[in-house]
């Protein structure tokens, strides 16, 4: 069964020093999701990608967070430079159809990121 | 802004028993979707079961089923015979087409069964 990949899976790093996470979507998904998960709450997205075009990037922290998905297939989130608060676990989803719809979402394992 | 609220941080089941999981929320909107999301320790979330809101019957999904009480704006998810690896925390969602369909999560319940 197709998965989506998420890489790394546990990253720890020091404040000010600069963190990408890459994610693999379900091969032909064309909606790619990034949340955000603080321990013990709900995810929150961060960005959400249709192809290559980024849909909505509304609640991404421009100043530090990044993200492309340059050829409408895989993604890279980064934070530069990352901050204690950045400590969260960053998931990716991928959905079959243009603009998500009635689609399910499908998640990656996350990536688990610390900040000392 | 939508949002969504499950009231309950923890519950406990014993095996082979039902429990329900409470999720309320707030929407001026008509048309939207609504899920439970299961996420268990280390391993990524899995969608348990989903339901549309021009859709009156509620949906099932094996042991699982929901009561979707639009008027309430209540989606409550009932687990019958509850098995150990129903241990998760649950979340439920909202989406629709305003935000691009991304989901719109509860804070999450934390589902203990106990053998």
């Known amino acids: 069964e197709a998965e989506v990949a998420q890489s790394p899976r546990y990253k720890i790093t020091e404040k000010s020093q600069a963190v990408a996470f890459w994610c693999d979507p379900i091969?032909?998904?064309?909606?790619l999701y990034w949340y955000r998960q603080i321990l013990g709450q709900g995810p929150e997205l961060l960005v959400q990608?249709?192809?290559?075009?980024?849909?909505?990037d509304s609640q991404l922290p421009k100043d530090r967070f990044s993200a492309e998905r340059l050829k409408g297939v895989d993604s890279t989130l980064k934070i530069q430079p990352a901050e204690l608060g950045d400590s969260a676990m960053y998931l990716c989803?991928?959905?079959?159809?243009?603009?998500?719809?009635?689609?399910?979402?499908?998640f990656g394992p996350g990536t688990r990121l610390t900040v000392l | 802004a939508q949002t969504v609220t499950q009231s309950q941080p923890e519950m406990s089941v014993q095996e082979a028993e039902t429990v329900t999981l409470s999720c309320t929320y707030d929407?001026?909107?008509?048309?939207?979707?609504l899920f439970w999301y299961k996420q268990p320790p280390s391993r990524q979330m899995i969608l348990v079961i989903r339901?549309?809101?021009?859709?009156?019957q509620n949906a099932t999904e094996n042991r699982f089923s929901v009561n979707f009480q639009k008027a309430a704006k209540s989606f409550s998810l009932k687990i019958s015979d509850s098995q150990l690896g129903d241990a998760a925390m649950y979340f439920c969602?909202?989406?629709?087409?305003?935000?691009?369909?991304?989901?719109?999560f509860g804070k999450g319940t934390s589902l203990l069964v106990t053998p």
């Open positions: 989803a991928s959905s079959p159809g243009k603009w998500g719809g009635t689609d399910t979402q499908y």
């Open positions: 091969s032909g998904h064309a909606t």
């Open positions: 990608f249709q192809d290559e075009s980024v849909v909505d």
């Open positions: 929407t001026s909107e008509s048309d939207y979707y």
């Open positions: 339901q549309e809101a021009y859709k009156q």
């Open positions: 969602a909202y989406s629709n087409s305003n935000s691009g369909y991304a989901l719109n």
